[in-house]
């Protein structure tokens, strides 16, 4: 029986994406054809391989991005180019390239199955996850990694998407950088507490260093245990952690100075 879906790695490993961003191929020879999620990379040798394993699946006939990030689309065009395949994702202001936009909740037969696409902006305004329904798998891009967590772009979005997961009935994550995840909903749980206890050693630091805190002072305090060469991405961390503070009137900035609001001193 042929599996449901397959991973290509893509041969564009880097800092952000770990060893690479997982290429997704699903569907099935008699039903449908097949889908391509994330065509991460232009290399010839990896287009060729999603192509073989597109034919091996009935011939590629969509083309689905999570998001507009280069490490998702960087083969799309060229993909399409050689399948005639049309290119789908939520945005056509991140993704320029695209044939049609898909909404909340938009639906593709594939392989005897339904995929579904769930919108989870968070890490990026245009994040879409792709649930196959039947088989409960969650193809989910870069809002749950299988080796760390994502650098998000709107925190107060990126907690509400991950908490719209947790009545999904998902039995498997399938993320775009690293391993899958066997225990979805208790990483998924795991990635909110994270973001709690992250956002309560903010406001502890503005506390302790204020009034009157800039964002590589915040870093400096929070992040003792990380290489400094990786404080420039905590930094991101924590400015999306005060914006979302700042929605939720905790706190406000000056310039580039963060203090706590009067209500939470």
Known sequence: MQNIYTILLAPNPSLMSGPGTNTLILGQADRDGAFVIDPADANPVHLEAIMREGERRGGIRKILVTHGHPDHIGGASELREQTRAPIYAFSQHSVPILDEEIADGATFSVGGDTLRAITTPGHSFDHLCFLLEKAGILFAGDHISGI??????????????LKRLQSVEIAEIVPAHGPNVANPQAKIAEYIAHRWQREQQILKALELLGP?????????????????????????????HLIKLEKEQQVTHHDDVWLLTKTNT
Do not use: F, R, W
């Open 148 to 161: 760390t967590t994502n650098v998000i772009g709107d925190m107060l979005d990126y907690v509400h998407s």
């Open 212 to 240: 009157g805190v800039t964002i590589p002072q915040m870093v400096a305090q929070i992040y003792q245990d990380v290489d400094p060469k990786l404080h420039p991405v905590a930094a991101h961390s924590v400015e999306a």
